[in-house]
C-alpha cells in the first residue's frame, strides 16, 4: 500500500522542517486558499476527529507552491540560453 497525500505533507513538514503558518503559505504560493485548521486537520491522526483527507489538488497546489518556496519566484524577464551572433 502507497503514502496518502496526507503521508506525502507529513513527511514533507518533518524533513523541511516546516511550521503551520510556512505549510499555509506555500499552499497559497501554489495557488490554494487553505486556512490554518485545514492544515493542521491534514496532518492529524487518521482516528483523530478533526482529521481531514488532502486530496490531489491539494497535494498539487502544495508541492508546485514547494517549488516556489524553495527556489523563488521565477524570473520570466530575464533571457536563457546562449545568444548566437550572425557570421559577417
Not at 510556512?22 to 478533526?50: C, H, P, R, W
Not at 497535494?59 to 517549488?67: A, M, P, R, S
Request: overall charge positive.
Amino acid at each position: 500500500m502507497g503514502l496518502s497525500n496526507n503521508d506525502v505533507l507529513k513527511k514533507l513538514r518533518y524533513a523541511l522542517n516546516l511550521k503551520d503558518d510556512q505549510m499555509k503559505k506555500i499552499f497559497e504560493m501554489g495557488g490554494g486558499n487553505t486556512s490554518l485548521s485545514e492544515v493542521a486537520a491534514y496532518l492529524d491522526k487518521e482516528d483523530n476527529g478533526s482529521f481531514r483527507e488532502c486530496n490531489d489538488k491539494n497535494l498539487e497546489y502544495f508541492l508546485d507552491g514547494l517549488i516556489t518556496f524553495r527556489r523563488g519566484e521565477k524570473d520570466t524577464g530575464r533571457k536563457t540560453g546562449r545568444v548566437l551572433m550572425p557570421k559577417e
